[in-house]
């Protein structure tokens, strides 16, 4: 791997983009396709959702797998250096993920994520495709249910047994 100097390391950090991202604007699509309206980055919720659906009462979020550490995911590479840095970056991202994800709970708004890694396999696979945004929308319209913990739209496709690679 090339070592860029700190100052094009710092101008490539720059550049990334935290709205509007590809994923964020291809599941938009997709969900307007479905008949779903919604609010983009809306500011007015904790944590900002990428999109919310009010209708719905539903904040989806569109994470990264590298930044939000998904876990058990290749994508979710951790960097050699300045491993200290790195370390409280991801464990401070995924806290916060944590807490504005319980905090939405308790403003009986149910959230859903989206990682990356999911719409990768969405634009590879069309049958999986299909099958993730029948599962996506069963989540958004469903009854919100107060004992449910984790509302991540993969735990359910693997509970039924799909396997993709």
Known sequence: MKKNPPLTRSQN???????????????????????YRYRVNYSQLPGTPDI???????????????WHRHKDCKIATFPKTNTEYWEKKF???????????????????????????????????EEYKEKYLRVLRDRIERVFNY???DISVQMEIAEEGMQYK
């Open 91 to 125: 464990r401070r991202n995924v806290e916060r993920d944590i807490e504005v994800s319980e905090t939405l709970f308790e403003m009986n708004i149910s959230v859903i994520t989206i990682w990356e890694c999911e719409i990768n396999r969405m634009r590879k696979n």
């Open 147 to 149: 004992e449910e913990e």
């Open 13 to 35: 950090m720059a550049r990334i983009k935290s709205k509007n991202t590809k994923p964020e604007i291809y599941i938009r699509k997709l969900l307007y396709k479905m008949g």
């Open 52 to 66: 919310f659906i009010l209708k719905y009462n539903t904040a989806i979020f569109v994470n990264g797998c590298f």
